[in-house]
C-alpha cells in the first residue's frame, strides 16, 4: 500500500517546470496558547506563521481552533485524519490524539501520547484490514526536537544529530539490514544558510528518517520543535542530494526540487500558504 503522506510530498519533475504559491500572512506576534490537555493542542507552537493550506497535492485542513484534522488528496479515497481528546498532557493512562489513515481495506491508528510540551513520546500503532487486526506496533520518541525515534515491529532505531539547531546526521538501524547513515548540510561554497522561517520539515524526503504515517504528526504540532535552516544537501553511501529552494518575497519556502548525483530522477515538492 502506497504512504499518502510521504509519496504526496514527492512529485516528479520534467526540465522546465516551475512552482508558484502565494506569500503567507505573518502573524507571528500572536501569543502561543497555553496548553493544558489533548484540545488545546496548538501548532503554531511549531509553525509560527500558520500551516501551509497545501504541500503539493495534499490539501490540510483544520477545524475552528486551527488545529490539522485532515490530511487528504482531492478525489483520493486515502486520508489521515486527527481527534483531540480532552486528557491532560503528560498523562499516560490514555492518548491525547488519535491519528488515523484510512486506505480501504487498511486502516492504520496510531494513539498518541504527549508530554506536557505537546509532543509525542510514545504511540501504539494498530493495523486494521478488513476490520480486522492485522498487526501491532509501538513508537517511542525522545526530546522536544525530535532526536530518537524507535519501532518495535522491525527494531526499526532513527537517531537524529542535532548540530546549532540543525539535524546534520540520520543514523537508521534496522533488525537483518546493514545500519544506514545520512549525513545534511545548511550552506554549499555557493548558497548561504537558509533561515527555517515557517516550521517547514521534511523527515522522509530531506533527511532520510522514515517516520511512516507519523510524519504526518508533525504537520499537527506533535513531533517537536523544527530545525533553524533549511538543509541544502544530503548524503548516503555516497550518493548527493542536492536541495533546491524557492522562496517568496518574506524568504518564505514555495517549492523544493531536489536532483541526485547516482541518478536522473527529479523530484519536486510545492508549498501554499
Known amino acids: 500500500m502506497r504512504k499518502l503522506f510521504q509519496l504526496a510530498l514527492m512529485v516528479t519533475l520534467t526540465v522546465g517546470t516551475t512552482m508558484m504559491a502565494s506569500c503567507s500572512k505573518d502573524n507571528s506576534d500572536e501569543p502561543e496558547q497555553k496548553m493544558v490537555n489533548g484540545t488545546d493542542v496548538n501548532p503554531r507552537n511549531v509553525f509560527p506563521l500558520g500551516l501551509p493550506k497545501k504541500i503539493s497535492e495534499l490539501v490540510l485542513t483544520l477545524n475552528e481552533k486551527g488545529q490539522l484534522i485532515q490530511l487528504a488528496e482531492p478525489n483520493d479515497d486515502e486520508r489521515i485524519m486527527f481527534e483531540y481528546k480532552d486528557v491532560a498532557l503528560g498523562s499516560t493512562q490514555a492518548p491525547q490524539v488519535i491519528l488515523t489513515e484510512t ?133 548516503k553511501s555516497g550518493d548527493k542530494a542536492n536541495l533546491k529552494w524557492t522562496l517568496d518575497s518574506n524568504g518564505n519556502p514555495t517549492a523544493l526540487n531536489q536532483s541526485f548525483s547516482n541518478s536522473s530522477e527529479r523530484f519536486s515538492t510545492s508549498f501554499t500558504w
Open 103 to 235: 486506505d480501504e481495506p487498511d486502516k492504520h491508528v496510531y494513539e498518541l501520547y504527549l508530554n506536557r510540551n505537546g509532543f509525542v513520546t510514545h504511540a501504539k500503532e494498530t493495523h486494521y484490514r478488513n476490520d480486522h487486526i492485522a498487526g501491532k506496533a509501538t513508537w517511542d520518541f525522545a526530546d522536544n526536537q525530535l532526536k530518537d525515534a524507535k519501532c518495535s515491529t522491525d527494531k526499526k532505531h532513527i537517531v537524529l544529530e542535532y548540530q546549532n539547531g540543525n539535524v546534520v546526521k540520520t543514523t537508521t538501524t534496522t533488525a537483518g539490514k546493514p545500519t544506514e547513515v545520512t549525513t545534511i548540510t545548511y550552506a554549499t561554497a555557493s548558497t548561504r544558510p537558509i533561515e527555517n522561517k515557517t516550521g517547514v520539515m521534511l523527515f522522509g524526503a530531506t533527511l532520510d528518517a522514515d517516520l511512516d504515517y507519523l510524519e504526518a504528526a508533525y504537520y499537527a504540532g506533535l513531533l517537536g520543535k523544527p530545525s533553524k535552516n533549511l538543509p541544502l544537501q544530503s548524503e
